[in-house]
Structures are given as structure tokens and as C-alpha cells.
């Protein structure tokens, strides 16, 4: 009898980010990918950024992994793990979940408690990405419900049926 591949939680994942990068716009497609979430830009720090070292450090390793096995060597995960110290700031990509660059939409909610409530209405949370640059400055590298190039600020909102988009005034 043939095996049946069923999805796990993993692989829906990997679609549901798929489809959410649809949506968005990144400077470079290599910034899609993210290391590590937070909820604000300040909460990018010494600790933070170690820990999303040894997240990437951990999926480097595994995709090392999955190459050799893939090959037919017979190897140790443990063979393929890679130090997250030696793991640059620079490469280092943060998801941070804000709604700065979602325009506002004054009288949506009757009584707004949340920042959410007197933004457009969204399908799923918006984010930007930010790495560091050659200088250490931290540098936005991605917005969610964005379309095209930077400087022309468009707006992507999705519809059920249909796709609208904005050019934002400001």
C-alpha cells in the first residue's frame, strides 16, 4: 500500500509564511525570512539578538542536515550544528510586529481600544522587517500589505473577492 503524506504543523507553516510574503514587500527576497519576532524596534538588544543568533543557528544546522542526509551520508545531527557565536549581526533579520505604516481609518470602531481599531482592517497582523547595516544602524527591510518600491508608499489591503490598493498620502 502507497504511503499517504499527510501535512504536519511544520509544513503548514512554511505555506501559511508563503502566502502571508504574497502580501508584502522586502528590499531583497533573502529578507523574507526572519529570525526572530518582536514587538517593538526597542527591544532590540544584547539578549535578543543572541537569541536570534542561536534561532538561525539552529536552522542552519538543520538545513545542513537535511543537504547531507539528502545526499545519502550517513550522519549525526550533532555533526551538523553550527555556533551561534560564530553567527553575524548583520545577517541577522527581526519581525516586528507594528502598525506604523498602516494608514488610519478614523470612525471604524465605535469605541477604539486597541491600535488596531482605528486602522484599516487587516487579515493578518502587519509587521516590518529590520536588519542591521555596515554601520549598526538598524535599517527596514520589509513591510507586510506593502506593493512595489519604498519611496512610492502603496498600500496593499486584501479583500475576500477582490484586491485594493492605496497610494498613501503623507
Known amino acids: ?55 538561525r543557528a539552529k536552522k542552519l544546522s538543520m538545513l545542513k542536515y537535511e543537504e547531507e542526509k539528502s545526499l545519502g551520508n550517513k550522519i549525526k545531527i550533532s555533526d551538523c550544528e553550527i555556533d551561534y557565536k560564530k553567527i553575524e ?3 541577522l533579520i527581526f519581525r516586528i510586529m507594528t502598525y506604523n505604516h498602516i494608514p488610519d481609518e478614523p470612525g471604524r470602531k465605535k469605541t477604539p481600544k486597541t491600535i488596531a481599531d482605528g486602522k484599516i482592517k487587516l487579515n493578518f497582523p502587519p509587521f516590518q522587517h529590520w536588519k542591521f547595516n555596515e554601520k549598526d544602524e538598524l535599517i527596514c527591510v520589509g513591510k507586510s500589505h506593502w506593493v512595489g518600491v519604498w519611496k512610492m508608499d502603496i498600500f496593499q489591503k486584501t479583500m475576500e473577492k477582490s484586491q485594493i490598493v492605496w497610494l498613501l498620502c503623507g
Open 89 to 91: 549581526k548583520h545577517s
Open 1 to 55: 500500500m502507497k504511503k499517504v503524506n499527510y501535512l504536519n504543523n511544520k509544513d503548514i507553516l512554511a505555506e501559511i509564511h508563503k502566502s502571508k510574503n504574497t502580501f508584502c514587500s522586502f528590499t531583497d527576497p533573502l529578507y523574507s525570512e526572519y529570525d526572530i519576532i518582536l514587538t517593538d524596534i526597542e527591544k532590540i538588544n544584547i539578549r535578543t539578538i543572541a537569541e536570534a543568533k542561536k534561532i
